[in-house]
């Protein structure tokens, strides 16, 4: 049996679901890191958020070199986090793959990830100040 270096490279992944909690109250504006490469690479299959507040929110998301989050060219897009979402039953997490499939990349067998190298990050830049909690997971690979 013969399989292609994907196959391999994919199955020998070690799977980690790292989740940040922005606590209400944080500010307009803050950048807050949620994913980083490993030390050989990582990929992130998707960002989930799910929203406590009964309010949209906009997030700018930020893919660059771990700390050049201030550039603003890193700045990729921003989305729109529906009120409760994932929160209330009725209303799902927000998925980045949804909201922004153009970050995403395709790999030899059809995933849809994001490359993070090692020293790259993706943060996440809230548009104004929380009034509840928004939870952030990523689900991430990395070899």
Do not use: H, W
């Not at 679901?17 to 944080?26: D, F, I, K, R, W």
């Not at 067998?109 to 939870?135: F, H, M, P, Q, W």
Request: with cysteine.
């Amino acid at each position: 049996m013969t399989s292609s270096s994907n196959t391999t490279s994919f199955a020998t992944l070690t799977g980690t679901y790292p989740a940040t909690q922005l606590a209400s109250g944080l500010a307009i504006n803050t950048d807050t890191l949620v994913a980083t490469g490993g030390s050989n690479a990582s990929i992130a299959l998707d960002v989930l958020f799910r929203n406590y507040q009964s309010n949209t929110i906009n997030f700018d998301i930020i893919i660059c070199a771990t700390g050049s989050n201030s550039t603003e060219a890193n700045n990729r897009t921003q989305i729109q986090i529906p009120a409760s979402a994932g929160n209330n039953g009725s209303t799902q997490l927000a998925s980045l793959a949804a909201l922004a499939p153009q970050l995403f990349d395709l790999d030899l067998a059809g995933n849809r990830v994001i490359t993070l190298e090692s020293g790259i990050s993706i943060y996440v830049r809230n548009k104004a100040a929380l009034t509840a909690d928004v939870c952030i997971t990523v689900k991430m690979r990395s070899f």
